[in-house]
């Protein structure tokens, strides 16, 4: 072989290794035990400038063979099926192995929630990126260990952030754009402990289907002390749609909130019932101390508390039943009192189960009075969401829009992780999101406290 032919290959292979480094994705995913189906539903598409190589760290185990099951139903799936390269790494010491190897950037949380916040400060001591499914703590001292990873995070330019798909739900969008529109909403009304002004109520199912087929539960789901109080759980969403409607984009201290009442209670089930969502037969002994005398399980799993955020007072509550009426499904209500106009979101039977923004003027106010000022606003709207449009009511009016922006919840989870992929690319996320994430926490374990 001639040297000038050597060296025009050698050349030759240089860049065809350049190119290959050049077009290598910028993201590589870690999940890690995965022990919930939000930790698949990040993965239900394709993410772009993401590796379609994941590496999953887990023990063994049905929490394992559940999340690879929904993986694979995605890449086998008729339609716009996905093309995950899931490389499984299996065995007890998963969490060391993780470190150790770090063969990704980015960790994705779903799952148990005793040791989420753990796995959220070794990850970010590693060097890592985290994108954790709600919630982030679970305790107090989950909380103190969370502040210690975010501080971590800060030191090493490291972005950590929980998933919160319901900033992208278009009547929650809606809402908080009309009441935005002082001219036609007023100011946000200030409540009263007794009376709030911002309402969150959110009810959910033990058992109903997801990606098209029953949701399997771990058994561990109905342990609180794995699983996490109604309290701490959803109610993560609730105040965070309350900091980011009322107060958008503007930075909150941890002690800006104040818990003024805070209460749980139980959803109880029947063995037949825990069977039937875990498919496990035999209640395992440490939900034994949750059995009544009737041998029920007791499930800690709702909790409301109202608190007050610069003035506004805001009332959370999250309800856990355990299966949907027929066509039902997880329902949401919210209000948003201005002192000219209410947004409310109703999402029951009259409303097909499918969540609805209406606008009613408040008592005394003239709607002839407002309706300069709503076809303003909805030609504003328009402007980001063609085709919405509002439709007179007996108490003012709804808002409509079309179907194709109802993505749906299992879809949100994909928005969020592009959302988080974009702050990585750009270096940096809003400035409020951190201290806001921040307070967010330590307003719920406030109401944990007070709760007992």
Same mark, same amino acid.
């Given at each position: 072989?001639?040297?000038?032919?050597?060296?025009?290959?050698?050349?030759?292979?240089?860049?065809?290794?350049? %190119?290959?480094?050049?077009?290598?994705?910028?993201?590589?995913?870690?999940?890690?035990?995965?022990?919930?189906?939000?930790?698949?539903?990040?993965?239900?598409?394709?993410?772009?400038?993401?590796?379609?190589?994941?590496?999953?760290?887990? /023990? $063994?185990?049905?929490?394992?063979?559940?999340?690879?099951?929904?993986?694979?139903?995605?890449?086998?799936?008729?339609?716009?099926?996905?093309?995950?390269?899931?490389?499984?790494?299996?065995?007890? +010491?998963?969490?060391?192995?993780?470190?150790?190897?770090?063969?990704?950037?980015?960790?994705?949380?779903?799952?148990?929630?005793?040791?989420?916040?753990?796995? %959220?400060?070794?990850?970010?001591?590693?060097?890592?990126?985290?994108?954790?499914?709600?919630?982030?703590?679970?305790?107090?001292?989950?909380?103190?260990?969370?502040?210690?990873?975010?501080?971590?995070?800060?030191?090493?330019?490291?972005?950590?952030?929980?998933?919160?798909?319901?900033?992208? $739900? %278009?009547?929650?969008?809606?809402?908080?754009?009309?009441? #935005?529109?002082?001219?036609? &909403?007023?100011?946000?009304?200030?409540?009263?402990?007794?009376?709030?002004?911002?309402?969150?109520?959110?009810?959910?199912?033990?058992?109903?289907?997801?990606?098209?087929?029953?949701? #399997?539960?771990?058994?561990?789901?109905? +342990?609180?002390?794995?699983?996490?109080?109604?309290?701490?759980?959803?109610?993560?969403?609730?105040?965070?749609?309350?900091?980011?409607?009322?107060?958008?984009?503007?930075?909150?201290?941890?002690?800006?909130?104040?818990?003024?009442?805070?209460?749980? =209670? !139980?959803?109880?089930?029947?063995?037949?019932? &825990?069977?039937?969502?875990?498919?496990?037969?035999?209640?395992?002994?440490?939900?034994?101390?949750?059995?009544?005398?009737?041998?029920?399980?007791?499930?800690?799993? !709702?909790?409301?508390?109202?608190?007050?955020?610069?003035?506004?007072?805001?009332?959370?509550?999250?309800? =856990?039943?355990?299966?949907?009426?027929?066509?039902?499904?997880?329902?949401?209500?919210?209000?948003?009192?201005?002192?000219?106009?209410?947004?409310? %979101?109703?999402?029951?039977?009259?409303?097909?189960?499918? /969540?609805?923004?209406?606008?009613?003027?408040?008592?005394?106010?003239?709607?002839?009075?407002? $309706?300069?000022?709503?076809?303003?606003?909805?030609?504003?709207?328009?402007?980001?969401?063609?085709?919405?449009?509002?439709?007179?009511?007996? &108490?003012?009016?709804?808002? !409509?829009?079309?179907?194709?922006?109802?993505?749906?919840?299992?879809?949100?989870?994909? #928005?969020?992780?592009?959302?988080?992929?974009?702050?990585?690319?750009?270096?940096?996320?809003?400035?409020?999101?951190? /201290?806001?994430?921040?307070?967010?926490?330590?307003?719920?374990?406030?109401?944990?406290?007070?709760?007992?």
């Amino acid at each position: 072989m001639s040297s000038k032919f050597l060296h025009h290959s050698v050349i030759a292979a240089c860049m065809a290794t350049a %190119i290959i480094h050049a077009e290598a994705p910028a993201f590589r995913l870690i999940t890690l035990d995965p022990g919930h189906f939000h930790a698949a539903l990040v993965q239900k598409s394709m993410l772009p400038g993401v590796s379609p190589v994941v590496h999953v760290y887990a /023990p $063994e185990g049905p929490d394992l063979q559940l999340h690879m099951q929904r993986i694979d139903s995605f890449n086998s799936r008729k339609d716009n099926p996905t093309s995950w390269e899931s490389k499984v790494h299996a065995g007890r +010491d998963f969490l060391e192995r993780m470190l150790a190897e770090k063969p990704g950037n980015i960790v994705v949380l779903a799952g148990n929630n005793r040791a989420k916040t753990r796995y %959220i400060l070794e990850s970010v001591k590693a060097g890592l990126h985290v994108l954790s499914d709600k919630p982030m703590a679970s305790t107090p001292e989950d909380f103190k260990m969370l502040q210690e990873a975010y501080a971590i995070a800060a030191e090493k330019k490291l972005m950590l952030t929980d998933i919160m798909t319901e900033r992208h $739900e %278009i009547t929650t969008r809606l809402q908080k754009f009309f009441a #935005q529109q002082t001219d036609f &909403f007023g100011q946000i009304d200030p409540g009263t402990p007794d009376d709030p002004s911002v309402t969150k109520e959110s009810v959910h199912h033990f058992y109903k289907t997801v990606a098209g087929a029953p949701l #399997q539960r771990p058994a561990w789901f109905y +342990d609180t002390a794995q699983q996490g109080e109604g309290i701490v759980d959803v109610t993560t969403h609730l105040v965070d749609l309350v900091q980011w409607e009322v107060f958008p984009e503007k930075i909150l201290g941890l002690n800006d909130a104040k818990v003024l009442s805070a209460r749980t =209670w !139980n959803t109880t089930l029947t063995p037949a019932q &825990f069977t039937r969502s875990t498919k496990v037969e035999v209640i395992p002994d440490y939900l034994k101390p949750y059995l009544n005398a009737d041998g029920n399980l007791e499930v800690a799993s !709702n909790g409301e508390f109202v608190f007050k955020l610069h003035g506004i007072h805001a009332k959370i509550s999250v309800i =856990w039943d355990y299966e949907a009426p027929a066509g039902g499904g997880d329902t949401h209500y919210s209000l948003m009192r201005g002192t000219q106009v209410a947004a409310i %979101i109703r999402q029951g039977k009259e409303q097909g189960y499918k /969540p609805m923004l209406y606008l009613e003027p408040r008592e005394g106010v003239d709607p002839a009075s407002l $309706e300069q000022a709503l076809a303003a606003a909805v030609k504003k709207a328009v402007a980001t969401w063609p085709g919405v449009e509002v439709a007179r009511t007996d &108490f003012g009016w709804v808002v !409509n829009f079309p179907d194709s922006y109802r993505l749906g919840h299992e879809a949100h989870f994909s #928005q969020v992780a592009t959302d988080f992929l974009g702050y990585l690319k750009k270096g940096e996320m809003p400035s409020w999101e951190v /201290p806001n994430t921040l307070a967010k926490y330590r307003t719920i374990m406030d109401a944990y406290r007070m709760s007992r």
